[in-house]
């Protein structure tokens, strides 16, 4: 039933912090910060891309996932013509590890705004 509590809920609302201590664990014991210089928001963001789609599927009918995905493909453009006329240049590595951490804060932020979003409906439904 939608807007109404239940456990699995619970986790999805726990599930950034158990992502971030996962990735946290997985790159310090392979060692993934030294020989490829991967750190934890890069791990991370598939999982809170699943994360954000269950929250958006309980709070309402529809996934708020496809927007979502729309958003980082701005996001993307914006990045290279940002670095278009600031550097007069796009290099790809500088390009791919600028946008994956700018991702990594939007979906950061974005679940954050679903999390509360869905205490909101939880508490006025």
């Given at each position: 039933?939608?807007?109404?509590f239940s456990p699995i809920l619970l986790l999805w609302y726990v599930f950034p912090i158990i992502i971030l201590l996962g990735?946290?664990?997985i790159v310090s014991v392979l060692k993934l910060k030294q020989r490829f210089n991967i750190k934890v928001p890069d791990i991370s963001v598939p999982f809170l891309f699943v994360g954000?789609?269950?929250?958006?599927k309980h709070m309402s009918a529809f996934?708020?996932?496809p927007y979502?995905?729309?958003?980082?493909?701005l996001l993307g453009i914006a990045v290279v013509v940002f670095q278009a006329y600031r550097y007069r240049e796009i290099i790809?590595?500088?390009f791919f590890k600028m946008f994956w951490r700018l991702t990594f804060l939007l979906s950061v932020v974005m679940y954050f705004v679903?999390?509360?979003a869905s205490f909101i409906r939880?508490?006025?439904?």
């Open positions: 039933m939608l807007g109404s990735s946290d664990y954000m789609h269950e929250i958006s996934s708020i996932l979502f995905l729309l958003t980082i493909l790809y590595g500088r679903l999390i509360i939880l508490i006025f439904s």
